[in-house]
C-alpha cells in the first residue's frame, strides 16, 4: 500500500505564503499522478493542483498564478507553494495520487489525511 503523509500547513496572513509537503512512502511501483485537493466544511473536495509523472501541470482557476505545484519522484516527494494567500484559500489540503503499489497491482487512489491552511484577513 501506498501511505501519504502531509505537512507544512498552519496559519498565515492574507498576503503571505506557505508551502505544504506530501511524502509518500510503502510499497509504490509507480506513481502516474499526484494531486492536491482542498475542502472546507459543507463544500464539495475542489482539485486544487495536479502534477504527472511526466511533470506536467494544471491548476484550478482560482489559484492559477499564485500556487506552484512540484514534485522529486525519485524521493517520492511533492510541494505545493502557496503565495499571495486569500482567506478563500483557507480550507483543508490533502494529498492524493494515483498509483500503482507493485506490479501486480492496478492503479489504485490514495490519500493522505490533510493538513490545515488558514489564512487570516
Known amino acids: 500500500q501506498v501511505q501519504l503523509v502531509e505537512s507544512g500547513g498552519g496559519l498565515v496572513q492574507a498576503g503571505g505564503s506557505l508551502t505544504i509537503t506530501c511524502i509518500a512512502s510503502g510499497n509504490i511501483f509507480v506513481i502516474d499522478h499526484m494531486s492536491w485537493y482542498r475542502q472546507t466544511p459543507g463544500k464539495q473536495r475542489e482539485l486544487v493542483a495536479r502534477?504527472?509523472?511526466?511533470?506536467?501541470?494544471n491548476y484550478a482557476d482560482s489559484v492559477k498564478g499564485r500556487f506552484t505545484i512540484s514534485g522529486d519522484n525519485a524521493e517520492n516527494t511533492w510541494l505545493l507553494q502557496m503565495e499571495n494567500l486569500k482567506p478563500e484559500d483557507t480550507a483543508q489540503y490533502s494529498c492524493?495520487?494515483?498509483?500503482?503499489?507493485?506490479?501486480?497491482?492496478?492503479?489504485?487512489?490514495?490519500w493522505g489525511q490533510g493538513t490545515q491552511v488558514t489564512v487570516s484577513s
Open positions: 492524493h495520487t494515483f498509483a500503482r503499489a507493485n506490479p501486480m497491482d492496478v492503479f489504485r487512489n490514495y
Open positions: 502534477i504527472s509523472r511526466g511533470g506536467n501541470t
